[in-house]
């Protein structure tokens, strides 16, 4: 993953902290439609895509062309859903499990890893030499899928893609989301904050319609808000507006420029490599959820995850002033999420029948990806509250952002808890049997 946090120095763009914020949730709107679009289309295709979108970031030497190139690059989320759907098909019992806790952790340990990696590349050359080394290993990535991922079989049911939903989706989330960030440079009540958030809720609204009468929707809404679902994906959205939000605030103090004792001023470089802890202790949490669903049963594994990203970023409120600080919470955000991250897709798969795994598992990667936007744009309205005319934000601002979004992942440890049932005790189910509470197809 190629941070946009390094893109304005070798853009020689004057590009605000607060930007900079807001510049992750413009994307992800574009991610989250293309990552269902992808889902439902093919398995072979998103690798491919991505290795597109990193080209024409690498040789497209404008901003527009940057943009380009991330949009495609979302489409490699769309990998995740799509390789569960295929791990349920071949696997059963404790090895599934073990594998979709594996999939679903997957993103959090590549971004933390990449960061460094990315950060070396910017360092010592430009951006553009990022994009080089991400087309690299997303195009050898896209040859090893097209060598051993057998396509579609002539039985396989295809499924349109709803375009237009995918615009009315992208087009209603920037929409708002641009009015949330913006809103206090503009001006809360501004004819351009008025118009921005009021003609991004319309288009959700048309979405919605679109949704509930087409038969083959972008986000099948209520597959999503199904029993023993709805908890799962109301929890995963709300987790991602907290690690999201809550990543992207720790990352530009860590870049602010050091001042009145705020701030570290550190490069792309370093911040990558204090990303690092996050990824490793992603890596290692799925053996340690799987070890307290044995032993508490896997309703307590979703929250409990959440409620240690919530205290990751309480933590960061209360100590930021020391790199050690950093590396803590960025070590007990890892846990947090891979703990959590690896039982989504166990609870879900659980519940839902073969034919719509894919579909259910999208949904939810899906609302991760919302959620991210939601506590991206927070943070970046949050901050833009607290920085004087022609500064830096203040370090309140950061205590705010932080301490919001560890109250979201608190509501995400609620959510987690009290709306999504008891399937069976633990231990009870068998190898390879499945979990009795499906959703009506």
């Given amino acids: 993953m190629i941070r946009a ?20 949730p413009s994307r992800r709107p574009r991610t989250s439609s293309a990552t269902r679009s992808a889902a439902r289309s093919s398995s072979r295709s998103p690798s491919a895509i991505v290795a597109l979108g990193s080209l024409i970031g690498a040789v497209v030497p404008t901003f527009a062309g940057l943009l380009t190139g991330r949009a ?21 019992g404790s090895v599934l499990d073990r594998t979709l806790g594996v999939l679903s952790t997957s993103i959090a340990v590549g971004v933390g890893l990449g960061n460094p990696v990315m950060g070396l590349c910017v360092l010592l050359v430009d951006y553009r030499l990022a994009f ?36 009315l989706l992208g087009a209603g989330l920037a929409g708002t989301l641009l009015a949330v960030a913006r809103g206090d440079a503009w001006g809360w009540t501004s004819p351009t904050a008025l118009t921005s958030a009021s003609a991004g809720v ?21 597959l999503a808000c199904s029993r023993g679902v709805l908890g799962v994906n109301l929890a995963a959205t709300l987790l991602g507006v907290c690690v999201f939000g809550g990543a992207a605030a720790v990352i530009l103090l860590v870049q602010r420029p050091p001042g009145d ?11 990558g490599l204090l990303m690092t802890p996050m990824a490793v202790a992603t890596l290692f949490s799925p053996p340690l959820a799987r070890a307290i ?10 929250p409990l995850g959440s409620a240690v990203s919530a205290v990751a970023f309480g933590t960061f409120a209360l100590m930021h002033d020391r790199t050690w600080h950093v590396v803590l919470t960025m070590a007990l955000m890892g846990v947090g999420i891979g703990i959590a991250y690896s039982v989504m897709p166990v609870l879900i798969v659980a519940r839902t029948p073969a034919e719509r795994t894919a579909s259910a ?25 607290h920085t004087p005319v022609g500064g830096q934000p203040a370090e309140s601002g950061y205590v705010v952002a932080v301490l919001a979004v560890g109250s979201v992942g608190l509501l995400s440890a609620v959510a987690g808890w009290v709306l999504v049932p008891s399937a069976q005790p633990p231990g009870h189910r068998e190898r390879g049997e499945q979990d009795p509470l499906f959703v009506d197809s």
Wanted: charged share 15%; aromatic share 6%.
């Fill in 5 to 24: 946090a390094v893109f304005p120095r070798d853009l020689a763009s004057s590009v605000t902290p607060v930007r900079r914020a807001w510049r992750s």
């Fill in 72 to 92: 495609l690059q979302g489409l490699g989320y769309a990998m995740v859903p799509l390789t569960v759907s295929i791990a349920r098909e071949w696997l059963s």
């Fill in 132 to 167: 080089v080394v991400a087309f690299l290993v997303s195009t050898g990535g896209a040859v090893w899928v097209l060598r051993r991922v057998p396509p579609a079989g002539p039985g396989t049911r295809r499924v349109r893609i709803d375009l237009l939903g995918a615009a």
């Fill in 202 to 222: 319309v288009l959700l609204a048309l979405w919605v319609l679109r949704s509930l009468r087409t038969p083959a929707p972008l986000i099948d809404l209520r």
């Fill in 261 to 271: 004792g705020v701030g570290f001023g550190y490069s792309v470089f370093v911040t």
């Fill in 293 to 302: 669903a044995r032993r508490v049963g896997e309703r307590v594994v979703l």
């Fill in 361 to 385: 598992t999208g949904v939810n990667q899906v609302l991760r990806l919302l959620g991210g936007s939601v506590g991206a744009a927070g943070v970046a309205a949050v901050l833009a509250a």
